[in-house]
């Protein structure tokens, strides 16, 4: 397989439309950019930024996360708050469901695992 790369300096990022399920004002509003199916590793990857806000969200597939900027909490169902910035990682196991907390703009790379 050719190396795919995601630039994010010159990456174009859709429309802000609500993220998940908003819990609360000010809305959380989501953009993605440079998304890219990876159909022979089953896979799909690329960028994501949330203004500040408090959702709940699913996720339904694997996905492994950087943070590029912002800061943040997430706390899975049943489980204890994950505090996040910029810098850091998370991995999110399948069928992961839970409550964000945005407290600053997040802008995250990711990859969703099949």
């Known amino acids: 397989m050719t190396p795919v790369l995601f630039r994010l300096d010159n990456a174009q990022f859709s429309e802000p439309a609500r993220a998940g399920i908003p819990i609360g004002e000010p809305i959380p509003m989501a953009?993605?950019?440079?998304?890219?199916?990876?159909?022979?590793?089953?896979a799909s990857s690329g960028f994501w930024e949330c203004s500040q806000g408090r959702l709940?969200?699913?996720?339904?597939?694997?996905?492994?996360?950087?943070?590029?900027?912002?800061?943040?909490?997430?706390?899975?169902?049943?489980?204890?708050p994950i505090a996040f910035k910029a810098g850091d990682s998370i991995y999110f196991a399948a069928n992961t469901q839970g409550e964000w907390e945005i407290i600053e703009k997040v802008r995250k790379a990711y990859l969703i695992l099949g």
């Open 31 to 42: 953009s993605t950019a440079a998304h890219q199916e990876l159909a022979s590793q089953n």
């Open 56 to 80: 709940r969200r699913a996720i339904m597939q694997a996905e492994y996360s950087y943070f590029i900027e912002g800061r943040g909490v997430f706390t899975p169902d049943g489980g204890e």
